[in-house]
């Protein structure tokens, strides 16, 4: 009996060990066996087949993440390259500005100078320190006054025009009334002084930075664009100084003077250096009295 159902097993068990033998000489079969090209191991190619999908898929996600972090990189360079430029640019904006500044302090101190041999008077060239914010009062101050020989009413002129005169000085500074305020006032004249009959006087407007000029006869000639210059009939500005320009003119009549509005030739709202002019009028000759009505009767 035992040995009957010995037989019985084995024959039972037969199919399944011919099926392990089978798998054992496949798989020895593919350990040694070799592509078409004989390079490589058939169970390599397998291995390979197996592992390429996920191979493929880490390497995607592994490039895909590195150009992610290369491009903040570039993007962190670049923002950091933009703030370089800018700071270059504001630099470089600025030394532009501090060389136009400096050659117009030049251009004007030089222009200065060119007045002084000129006209010939003695000046004191100051620069302007603050300017009377008030609505009402147009003056400015300078850095200079009674130690440097300037003295109340003394003109003060730019190498374009006249500005003010002065109205206040300290030792070290003076306030200057600026020309466009309503109580500054000089004689002018239309024209080339000594050639044009068309004097009277300028005056400050109030408004618009504008000169009003008063009393010109409405039987002279003026025309838009006319210059105007000083006549030295104040007793504040030496003649032939330079006042402006006629840029508003209305005609008079025989009865009636120029209605004539004149731009002023110094640039006042943007001071910068002036210079006192340290002159004083030639003293007026009174005239003579009168003879008595028997002079000359014996």
């Given at each position: 009996?035992?040995?009957t ?18 798998g ?22 397998w ?67 060119d ?14 320190i ?79 930075g504008?000169?009003?000029m ?13 210059l ?14 330079s ?19 004149v ?35 014996q």
């Amino acid at each position: 009996m035992a040995l009957t159902r010995t037989q019985k097993e084995i024959r039972q068990r037969a199919p399944l060990w011919l099926l392990a033998l089978l798998g054992v000489n496949l798989v020895l079969m593919s350990v040694s066996a070799r592509d078409e090209s004989g390079h490589k191991r058939m169970i390599q190619v397998w291995a390979q087949a197996v592992v390429s999908p996920v191979q493929s898929l880490f390497s995607g996600a592994t490039g895909t993440g590195t150009g992610f972090f290369q491009h903040l990189g570039s993007l962190n360079r670049a923002a950091t390259e933009n703030q370089d430029l800018k700071r270059r640019l504001a630099e470089t904006e600025t030394e532009l500005r501090e060389s136009q500044m400096a050659r117009d302090e030049n251009e004007r101190l030089r222009g200065l100078l060119d007045l002084k041999e000129k006209s010939g008077y003695q000046t004191v060239t100051a620069r302007v320190i603050a300017r009377d914010p008030s609505e009402w009062f147009d003056s400015v101050m300078i850095n200079r006054g009674s130690s440097s020989g300037i003295e109340k009413d003394m003109p003060v002129v730019t190498h374009e025009g006249i500005v003010g005169r002065i109205i206040g000085v300290s030792p070290v500074t003076a306030q200057v009334l600026l020309i466009t305020d309503e109580r500054a006032a000089a004689g002018a004249a239309v024209g080339q002084l000594g050639a044009s009959q068309a004097m009277g006087s300028v005056r400050g407007y109030g408004r618009n930075g504008l000169l009003d000029m008063r009393y010109v006869s409405g039987l002279e000639a003026v025309k838009q664009g006319d210059l105007v210059v000083t006549t030295g009939q104040d007793s504040i500005y030496p003649a032939g100084l330079s006042v402006g320009q006629v840029v508003e003119f209305k005609q008079g009549s025989a009865t009636s003077p120029h209605e004539i509005k004149v731009k002023p030739s110094a640039r006042l709202n943007s001071l910068g250096e002036v210079a006192v002019l340290l002159y004083r009028p030639p003293p007026r000759t009174p005239p003579s009295a009168a003879a008595p009505p028997n002079a000359g009767k014996q």
